[in-house]
């Protein structure tokens, strides 16, 4: 047979020849290794009739020439038990290094070479498939990047959909867009409560800054209202699924709930699937809406430093809210989410028969205010936190006991209650509440006075570090003199004792007898002290002129005072 006969003999043969034909093409290959004859070209058609890949073939050559016995049957194990696993060692290795195999690879190449006698290590193919087979997908991402790229790997049970206002899910969502707010560009936030059955949003708030509890009581009257603009959805849901925030499990929120006998379900912490209703409407918003308006600040941007355009208008945040509740409108009435199955939310809605739980909007107003205990209303109106709040309806009515409730952050307004009967007796406003102008000029003091402290306080913790290529202690840059280091020292101990000192705490001594002192001034001195003459002047004092003032000092001929 002639060089490569051996090997092209399995070409066309099922799998059990071309097994059994790896003996003899492997004695073939190892003859021609010896006699300086094999190419790459023999391992390849080799390769080719045995159905195995080149790799394989020169795998089975080393260990042909390493062991006699692998010649006559490649591919299989010598050894029972020779079947390398993943042990809690190399899971500990691979945790260490965020699935890193082939870091992994070179530890255990060192730990098996520190071994007496030195161990064999796996190699790193080897290692590779005893990751695939025996670690999940989910824990190979667990492994690289923790438990949240873990969960994206596992397998959720749907809840069944239940009937309108069962459940709502609620959740906060900072919006991705940059929108004016006063001259500055904010990412506000959105509030809203959204119905498990129907996947209909009832209520939705937008505030610019960062939320509150009043965020979440300004959603929940516009999701329980059902009159203009907030119907057709809305009533009193039987629970609610919350995710921990302390706004949500806030006194004032946990206690309207309490009093419209909603139940709240508290989820644990960092389950975002167990309420996929508001979580999918997150991501939904921001794909089919945020995306396309401007200022959006995750949109993709030229160059290596993703900044906005500097010609790039944004948007106001009265027209991002306006622009927000009619995609939500256009959610509710025309969008058809895959769930309900070619129905949109509204008509989902309309179709159930499940009755609906109503209250009245003075009584849900009541219900989602806070309570801040009783007052008694004086000639001056209501005080609350140091300020008077006055209303045309107090005439007359000095000296009844009253109660406050207040929506939280509006401290411009309160609603005043009958302490005993709970009768609303109606609105009371700031008294001497301050312009606009005056309040905007306070603030820009407030940020200038915050930018001034946060500049000095970075000033004053700058360090510098001399940078090293040898292990060393750190090298503290910014050298001082001597005389700078005792003038700097002298400065901050002046300024501490200045801000330590009592001046009113040890009078003044007195002046000397001679001298004319006001009244006024000469209660504050130390009389039995009299102040000594300065030094060099130990004759009595002038005495004093016509005018009350010390005679000036004459001179003689000789020009001496006398």
């Known amino acids: 047979m002639e060089d490569g006969d051996a090997v092209r003999a399995g070409g066309g043969l099922p799998a059990a020849s071309r097994t059994a034909l790896r ?34 073939v020169w795998r089975w050559l080393a260990a042909a020439e390493n062991d006699e016995a692998a010649a006559g049957d490649p591919g299989t194990r010598t050894r029972a038990g020779a079947t390398f696993t993943i042990t809690p060692e190399v899971r500990g290795l691979l945790a260490l290094w965020k699935g890193n195999v082939r870091a992994v690879h070179r530890e255990l190449v060192l730990r098996a070479a520190r071994q007496s006698p030195p161990a064999d290590a796996p190699s790193l193919t080897t290692l590779h498939r005893a990751i695939r087979r025996d670690l999940t997908p989910g824990e190979r991402a667990g492994l690289v990047g923790g438990e949240r790229a873990a ?28 929108v004016d707010v006063d001259g500055t560009a904010r990412r506000p936030w959105i509030t809203w409560f959204t119905d498990c059955a129907t996947n209909a949003i009832t209520g939705v708030a937008v505030t610019p800054g960062d939320p509150s509890r009043e965020s979440v009581l300004s959603a929940l009257r516009s999701a329980v209202l059902r009159e203009d603009p907030y119907g057709p959805f809305g009533g009193l849901p039987e629970k609610v699924r919350v995710d921990r925030g302390k706004d949500f499990l806030s006194r004032t929120v946990t206690a309207a709930f309490d009093l419209l006998d909603v139940e709240v379900e508290d989820l644990p912490a960092y389950t975002p699937h167990l309420k996929g209703t508001v979580e999918g409407l997150n991501r939904a918003v921001e794909s089919m809406f945020l995306a396309a308006l401007p200022g959006y600040a995750r949109q993709p941007r030229p160059g290596k430093r993703a900044s906005r355009p500097k010609d790039e208008v944004l948007l106001g945040f009265e027209d ?56 008694t209303l004086t000639t001056r109106g209501v005080r609350f ?25 509006h401290d411009h307004r309160i609603e005043v209650y009958h302490a005993a009967t709970g009768r609303y007796l109606g609105p009371a406003d700031l008294a001497d509440r301050a312009t606009e102008e005056q309040v905007s000029a306070v603030r820009r003091a407030r940020a200038a006075r915050t930018r001034r402290l946060k500049k000095d306080l970075e000033a004053s913790q700058r360090e510098r570090y001399a940078a090293v290529n040898q292990p060393g202690a750190p090298q503290r840059l910014g050298a001082l003199t001597t005389a700078q280091a005792e003038a700097e020292l002298a400065q901050a101990t002046e300024t501490d004792l200045s801000q330590l000192s009592l001046p009113d705490l040890i009078p003044p001594a007195a002046p000397p007898a001679g001298w004319r002192t006001p009244a006024s001034l000469a209660a504050l001195t130390t009389p039995d002290r009299p102040t000594p003459l300065p030094s060099g002047r130990d004759s009595a004092p002038a005495p004093d002129g016509p005018d009350g003032r010390p005679a000036r000092p004459t001179t003689d001929k000789d020009g001496d005072a006398s």
Request: charged share 25%.
């Open 320 to 375: 991002f809210t306006a622009r927000l509740l009619a995609w939500t409108l256009w959610w509710n009435t025309e969008h058809l989410p895959a769930p309900l199955r070619g129905m949109t939310p509204l008509q989902a809605w309309q179709d159930d028969p499940t009755p609906l739980r109503d209250v009245p909007v003075a009584d849900l107003w009541t219900f989602t205010l806070e309570d801040a205990g009783t007052r």
């Open 151 to 178: 969960r994206k790997h596992d397998v959720f049970l749907a809840r069944p959909r239940g009937w309108r206002n069962q459940v709502w899910e609620t959740d906060h969502m900072q919006a991705p867009v940059l």
């Open 385 to 409: 936190r140091k300020r008077d709040y006055v209303g045309p309806w107090m005439t007359g009515r000095a000296g009844i006991q009253v109660r406050v409730r207040f929506m939280p952050h």
């Open 23 to 56: 003996g003899p093409a492997v004695r073939r290959l190892l003859a021609l290794r010896a006699a300086k004859k094999l190419t790459a070209g023999h391992v390849r058609v080799a390769a080719d009739a045995l159905g195995v890949a080149e790799r394989t």
